[in-house]
């Protein structure tokens, strides 16, 4: 799979500058600073624009899987979701059609690997789990797919705010020591297992008034060519964080915005981006 550092055209969701202005200026201002091209998805209906656009597969390659999330089965929640086709022909995209239903929050990948969390498998009671599985490997043209546990607290569950690759054979995860014990062993075994290493990185949302609150999720950074956008959120960790990736990130440029405003709503860059490859 194409991975994130090799991707150079930044999409963000037409109705974000709409809805959140000042957040839009100082990100429109970082994503100048880094040089950064970017454009706006025309006709959305909300800023996740990760979830429901398809899977960057390859250079001119798209999966788009089903969008209709149980979180979003109200009927304030379906009038949120956004026409992809229509986007998709308005930027001149045709991806492969999938019937499987995954939101592109919970598909986070290296280059032969993809990791989600297990809730793919509730999302799609009508096949076996072996049979999915085979789908998703295809579809997405990968060696291996890891499925970490849910987070019982989220109930969007979406493997970027939990866990990204740094290499082929490393992550980033967030520092868990805080949550159950078994939720903890059960996330490090299923990394174990997958024979990858990790590296934990601040996590911090424990002064959140609402469980859907991103706010110190510092895994849901933006990671571009030569770039990493990291999430500050007027924390003690956010001078450890950058401090951190500077380090990791040594041949990218590293900037930082502020995405409390944003992350009140549920999600941070990772989630109201969608970048992919131009020549």
Not at 200 to 225: F, H, S
Not at 254 to 260: E, K, Y
């Amino acid at each position: 799979m194409a991975t994130d550092d090799q991707t150079n055209l930044l999409y963000l969701a037409d109705i974000l500058p709409k809805k959140y202005p000042e957040f839009y200026h100082h990100f429109e201002k970082a994503l100048n600073e880094c040089r950064i091209s970017y454009d706006l998805l025309p006709g959305t209906k909300d800023i996740w624009a990760r979830d429901y656009m398809p899977i960057l597969v390859e250079f001119d390659k798209f999966v788009q899987f089903v969008y209709n999330p149980d979180y979003l089965k109200d009927e304030y929640g379906q009038k949120t979701i956004s026409d992809v086709d229509s986007i998709c022909k308005g930027i001149g995209i045709t991806p492969i059609k999938s019937a499987i239903k995954v939101d592109g929050g919970n598909v986070v990948n290296a280059s032969s690997k993809v990791i989600m969390c297990d809730k793919v498998f509730s999302e799609n009671p009508h096949m076996s789990e072996k049979h999915l599985i085979k789908e998703l490997q295809e579809q997405l043209e990968v060696d291996q797919l890891l499925f970490i546990p849910t987070d019982s607290s989220d109930k969007i569950g979406h493997a970027d705010g939990m866990v990204r690759f740094l290499d082929d054979r490393t992550v980033l995860i967030n520092d868990y020591s805080q949550e159950k014990p078994q939720f903890q062993r059960t996330f490090r075994m299923a990394l174990h297992n997958a024979g990858l290493d990790w590296i934990e990185v601040a996590y911090n949302p424990y002064g959140n008034k609402k469980p859907i609150q991103a706010n110190g999720i510092y895994i849901n950074y933006l990671q571009m060519k030569d770039v990493v956008i990291i999430p500050t959120f007027e924390m003690k960790e956010d001078e450890q964080v950058v401090k951190q990736f500077e380090q990791l990130f040594p041949k990218s440029k590293i900037a930082t915005v502020d995405c409390n405003e944003i992350a009140k709503e549920g999600g941070v860059l990772n989630c109201i981006t969608w970048n992919i490859m131009k020549l």
